[in-house]
């Protein structure tokens, strides 16, 4: 018997540490012999894969909340980064999520698929080993339906990880074979600005005559050997 129970042994029933002990007791017993762990919920998204998959801000977090829900857990806080990339970590609600880790502000971080953490194999097991495991803090794919309390699901991450990085790097080759198929075919991938010379008609770039003559004006300037500011200031005087 801990000196606890039997320091509570010695108090009258209707004392308030007595009942406290019981009520505590009771609450521990209602959930299967475990307190209530807190979980926090991370989801991302980036601007093409909202487009492409429908990996959207609104339907992870309603699944990740109904999850926890479902298994009885509270939710300390939703971190969100809509817009930005899993090829790294710098990402303002991740930087957050790492900072409540080590404060320790809950027991699990719950995310709706493995690549919503990252998609670079070498920053998920850097997150996963130096970040959460290392304060006690498990880590649950809700879609892959593994969490990192378990010997089998920490060797999952690895190769689950290597998986989420062959993924990144083939939408990084389709989208330069596109980018590279649409300037053979003279059609404009966008961007801030149209290309100095050109106009845009129907994603396809049509010479702009005006400007044209300008660039070419400047590449015979550059080629005589004049400079940078030479070249402004003998395109400004001749009213360009």
Partial sequence: MTKQKCFLKMLPAAHPA????????????LFGGTLMKKAAIYVRVSTQEQAQEGFSIPEQTE????????????????????GFSGANTNRPALKCLFKDCERKRFDIVVVYKLD???RSQKDTLYIIED???????SFISMNENF???SPFGRAMIGILSVFAQLEREQIKERMAMGREGRA????WHGGGNVPIGYTS?????????????????????ALEGHSFMQITRMMAA???
């Fill in 116 to 118: 919503r953490l990252s």
């Fill in 201 to 221: 008609v129907d994603g396809n770039l049509i010479p702009d005559e005006y400007e044209a003559m300008q660039v070419r004006k400047v590449f015979s300037l």
């Fill in 238 to 240: 001749a009213g360009y």
């Fill in 147 to 149: 969490d990192t309390g």
């Fill in 18 to 29: 007595k009942q406290g002990y019981a009520a505590g007791c009771i609450f521990y017993t």
């Fill in 184 to 187: 053979k075919q003279g059609k």
């Fill in 131 to 137: 970040v959460f495991l290392k304060n006690s803090i």
């Fill in 63 to 82: 699944r990740l909340t109904k999850y926890c829900e479902a298994h009885g857990w509270t939710i300390g806080n939703i971190y969100t980064d809509p």
